[in-house]
């Protein structure tokens, strides 16, 4: 199985700031037959069922914001929001889909 | 708008069984796969079976296979999820979710307790 490293666990940021979410795969998620990196990021808020955010690393879903912001390939892999607005506050994963699925641990957005 | 809506969970004893149903509408079911997706209470998503738009494939994790089966029925676009012989561990909340890009959309989820 691949295996993700979600990193930090959790995150206090204030209105207005940029952060960063990390995410590491044991092994290569970018395919040599189309070049596409198969990682995804999801929104999770309170009490709510997870939202696509992102998708083969750096696609966003249709009417996510462009404050959010994927980049990475091959192992490594970031999740970028800025600008921060307090309804980002939520839990976060990382998604590969390379092979058999496997998320991130997750972590926790909070206000500062 | 494409909906996805769970039911069937509840609470069930340990080695018991339970069948998910996810009613889909909003899009051609039958040309997307399909999966499910658990959350245990307070902790992170967990993939458990995905099956192909036609149900001619289907993939489970290994704490699962053999004992739980995903199914559907295009003509009634519904997604079922049979799970047998029910531990603790299985104890979550499970989504119902398309698959194509990867878990696009997702039901609201059904809880599933299994106790004595």
């Known amino acids: 199985d691949i295996v993700m490293t979600q990193s930090p666990f959790s995150l206090a940021v204030s209105e207005g700031e940029m952060v960063t979410i990390n995410c590491k795969s044991s092994q290569s998620l970018l395919s040599s037959g189309n070049q596409k990196n198969y990682l995804a990021w999801y929104q999770q808020k309170p009490g709510q069922s997870p939202k696509l955010l992102i998708y083969?690393?750096?696609t966003r879903q249709s009417g996510v914001p462009d404050r959010f912001i994927g980049s990475g390939s091959g192992t490594d892999f970031t999740l970028t929001i800025s600008d921060v607005q307090a309804e980002d506050l939520a839990d976060y994963y990382c998604l590969q889909h390379y092979s058999y699925p496997t998320f991130g641990a997750g972590t926790k957005l909070e206000l500062k | 708008e494409v909906q996805l809506v769970e039911s069937g969970g509840g609470l069930v004893q340990p080695g018991r069984s339970m069948k998910l149903s996810c009613a889909a509408s909003g899009f051609t079911f039958s040309n997307y796969g399909m999966a499910w997706v658990r959350q245990a209470p307070t902790k992170g998503l967990e993939w458990v079976a995905t099956i192909s738009y036609d149900g001619s494939s289907t993939y489970y994790r290994d704490s699962v296979k053999g004992r739980f089966t995903i199914s559907r029925d295009n003509a009634k676009s519904t997604l079922y999820l049979q799970m047998n012989s029910l531990r603790s561990e299985d104890t979550a909340t499970y989504y119902c979710?398309?698959?194509?890009?990867?878990?696009?959309?997702w039901g609201q989820g059904v809880m599933v307790t299994v106790s004595s």
């Open positions: 083969y690393a750096s």
């Open positions: 979710t398309r698959d194509i890009p990867p878990f696009d959309y």
